[in-house]
């Protein structure tokens, strides 16, 4: 199956610090989202992004499919953005397949 | 409703007991899928239905686990004799369509913990 990587697996942040996440994933896909999943498990669909670049806020995530890998930008990072952030690709069944995920701790 | 609805929240059962958990999707959404995610890690498909019926159920990981969705709706996910080993956060998730431009929504999962 598709192997999803994501680096770094953790991150120690002093709010309002900038950061970057990476995924980098082995085939193509169809599909790639990014989720954060908060410390009460809550697991919140950030962006849907195949390819290009989306912004939302003070989050914004890039996907270069023809080089196998998504970025994820938090600008201004405050304590709230706090958790795991997965990235999770699809490629041509239903299956999502996650990455272990990036643990984010934004001190205040 | 709103959004995924997940019940219940946490279980708590004893090693053989039988469990039922329960999703109830986004209004309209045909596409409806279980991952179950341990500690540490990232969610892992379980099964997936389009409609009614199951399309893929070989994330399950043996036949002590069924899930069902009769009315293409409401879904319910069957643990029986269940094991130590057992104990993680079902998650539920829902999309418009079964297509690759679908994005998942997840519930916020049941917790299970076999003692």
């Known amino acids: 199956g598709i192997q999803v990587e994501q680096s770094p697996p953790d991150l120690i942040l002093q709010e309002g610090a900038n950061s970057t996440l990476r995924c980098n994933f082995s085939?193509?896909?169809?599909?790639l989202q990014w989720f954060h999943q908060n410390p009460w498990g809550q697991l919140i669909n950030l962006f849907y992004?195949?390819?290009g670049t989306k912004q939302n806020g003070r989050l914004s995530a890039t996907t270069v499919a023809t080089e196998r890998y998504s970025l994820l930008y938090i600008s201004s990072s405050q304590t709230t953005d706090s958790g795991v952030y997965f990235c999770?690709?699809?490629?041509?069944?239903?299956?999502?397949?996650f990455g272990a995920g990036t643990t984010v701790t934004v001190r205040a | 409703g709103a959004g995924v609805s997940q019940t219940p929240s946490n279980k708590v059962t004893e090693k053989g007991k039988y469990v039922e958990l329960r999703c109830d999707p986004i209004?309209?959404?045909?596409?409806l899928y279980w991952y179950r995610q341990s500690l540490g890690q990232g969610p892992e498909f379980l099964i997936y239905?389009?409609?009614?019926?199951?399309?893929?159920d070989s994330g399950l990981p043996n036949d002590r686990f069924f899930a069902v969705r009769p009315e293409g709706s409401v879904s319910t996910l069957k643990i029986q004799r269940t094991e130590r080993g057992d104990s993680a956060v079902y998650l539920c998730?829902?999309?418009?369509?079964?297509?690759?431009?679908?994005?998942?929504?997840f519930g916020n999962g049941t917790r299970l913990t076999v003692t």
């Open positions: 998730a829902s999309s418009l369509n079964s297509g690759h431009n679908s994005p998942l929504h």
């Open positions: 085939d193509s896909v169809n599909n």
């Open positions: 992004i195949p390819s």
């Open positions: 999770a690709v699809l490629r041509n069944d239903y299956k999502l397949s």
């Open positions: 209004s309209g959404h045909t596409a």
């Open positions: 239905f389009q409609g009614t019926g199951a399309a893929d």
